[in-house]
């Protein structure tokens, strides 16, 4: 078993535990779990740079998520400026990496064969695709509207016992 020392805790551990620089392809001198450590902190003290970072990243990420390979990494980002990087349900603005989720038009669940086909998908923001679930986006509009024309001759229902809500 090959190990080494990593430069921050001194902790002589299994070389698998060093990760490898993606820019020069060796083994970093600190340990996964220091390096953690480092990461957290920089990203509260930079939290724009992370924004960034994150939203650079973005569209590699979720291609590798829904794909399995980051050979759809353009396309996604395609699809994204096809609908003007707004949600076509709220009109909210989406930034990737920041409450933009890929949404199955026809749920994955039902249909588990369109569940990689680009054109079964597209762009939503966090709310309206955690509201969606599995429905169709005709059954999802037709649903906020009933509860739209029933608050509207009911009034909104309070719950609980806090008026701020």
């Known amino acids: 078993m090959e190990v080494a020392k990593c430069s921050k805790c001194r902790q002589v551990k299994d070389i698998g535990q060093f990760l490898i620089r993606s820019d020069t392809g060796k083994r970093r001198g600190v340990c996964h779990t220091c390096r ?20 650079k990243k973005f569209f590699r ?18 699809l994204a400026e096809q609908g003007k990087y707004v949600c076509p349900y709220t009109g909210a603005p989406l930034i990737p990496g920041d409450g933009m989720h890929l949404d199955h038009i026809k749920s994955k ?57």
């Open 36 to 55: 953690k450590v480092y990461q957290s902190k920089w990203d509260k003290n930079n939290a724009e740079k992370t924004k960034e970072r994150r939203r």
């Open 61 to 78: 990420y979720m291609s590798v998520h829904i794909f399995k390979s980051s050979e759809y990494e353009q396309a996604l980002r395609d």
């Open 109 to 165: 669940a039902l249909h588990p064969e369109l569940s990689k086909n680009l054109s079964n998908l597209m762009w939503i923001s966090e709310w309206a695709n955690w509201a969606k679930g599995m429905l169709s986006p005709q059954e999802f509009v037709d649903k906020c509207q009933v509860v739209v024309k029933y608050t509207e001759e009911h009034g909104v229902p309070k719950g609980g016992q806090d008026d701020n809500n």
